[in-house]
């Protein structure tokens, strides 16, 4: 049952390391990671495995027997730079975009404008999931961060703000009042983003203090 911990062997102690599932594996080598580091990776014969979905895989105490499995972590900081550089740059290539999508339903190109719409959509959620797990990562309490001229509770109003968008946009697609959707998109959107971009700046000061803004 050989067990690798950041490419290193790892063995558990004498009375865990028989008969293990890849679960109850992950679970002790949670055990042993650095304060400081997160798991990020974990693999099966180099496969990919998925503990957020329901597998009989991850619970079979045969699989080990003849099989690595390779866990990797990553320093909690590094992680979370990297997941705020990504979003930063997701959020700059969607801005353009709000603009582009509300012209096309000015236009009538509704079919255009409604297969770009979804895009945007999907996008957007995938950014607020995505900072969701940030938040996880460092603890962070939303009614807690501070953000910009927004007041010691900014977090939680920069992402109240944001879905009630999400909302309104949804809410004028269902009831095909293409004006107000395209007018969201116009000119409430420029705001959200430089809200959502505020969020991230606030975010990376927690990581990174030497980065805040005097």
């Known amino acids: 049952m050989p067990i690798l911990l950041?490419?290193?062997?790892?063995?558990?102690?004498?009375?865990?390391?028989?008969?293990?599932?890849?679960?109850?594996?992950?679970?002790?080598a949670q055990s042993q990671v650095q304060p400081d580091h997160v798991i990020v990776k974990v693999e099966l014969d180099g496969k990919l495995l998925d503990f957020a979905s329901p597998s009989p895989v991850v619970n079979d105490s045969s699989l080990l027997a003849q099989r690595t499995l390779a866990i990797s972590t990553s320093p909690r900081k590094d992680l979370a730079l990297t997941t705020i550089g990504?979003?930063?740059?997701?959020?700059?290539?969607?801005?353009?975009?709000?603009?582009?999508?509300?012209?096309?339903?000015?236009?009538?190109?509704?079919?255009?404008?409604?297969?770009?719409?979804?895009?945007?959509?999907?996008?957007?959620?995938?950014?607020?999931?995505?900072?969701?797990n940030l938040a996880k990562l460092l603890n962070l309490t939303m009614n807690q961060l501070p953000v910009r001229d927004l007041g010691p509770s900014g977090g939680e109003i920069v992402l109240n703000e944001f879905c009630n968008q999400l909302a309104e946009m949804q809410t004028a697609l269902k009831n095909q009042d293409f004006v107000l959707l395209a007018d969201i998109l116009q000119y409430e959107m420029d705001g959200a983003v430089a809200n959502w971009m505020s969020l991230l700046e606030s975010t990376l000061a927690i990581v990174e203090p030497s980065s805040a803004v005097a």
């Open 6 to 28: 950041d490419r290193s062997p790892a063995t558990p102690p004498a009375g865990l390391d028989t008969d293990l599932t890849p679960a109850q594996a992950l679970q002790w």
């Open 86 to 132: 990504k979003l930063a740059a997701l959020i700059e290539w969607l801005a353009p975009q709000h603009k582009d999508v509300a012209r096309l339903l000015e236009q009538g190109n509704t079919s255009t404008a409604f297969t770009r719409f979804a895009e945007l959509i999907s996008a957007w959620q995938h950014i607020q999931f995505a900072y969701g």
